[in-house]
């Protein structure tokens, strides 16, 4: 009985482990399609393999493509503004 209460002090005595605050945001294939106008998986998939346009590759994860939110922004703002070429 002892041990147990043992092992309760000292789960109680560590310190809660810290949160990033700005963590990490994912979107799903189908969220980035409608971010860009509602492209389709072929262009998505054209994108993401063609290494001068620069898109961001996926975190696959169980087969689920997810793209960091920050990576898609930078991607957005490395693009020339219409008619400013």
Known sequence: MSATLSHT??????APVPIAKNP???LTAAQVKARYGGIGEMTLWRWIGDPELGFPKPKIINRI???AEHELDAFDARQPVAGEM
Do not use: D, G, T
Request: glycine fraction near 0%; charged fraction near 35%; proline fraction near 0%.
């Open 24 to 26: 990490v945001q994912y």
């Open 9 to 14: 002090a000292r789960a109680r005595s560590k």
């Open 65 to 67: 493509r997810f793209f």
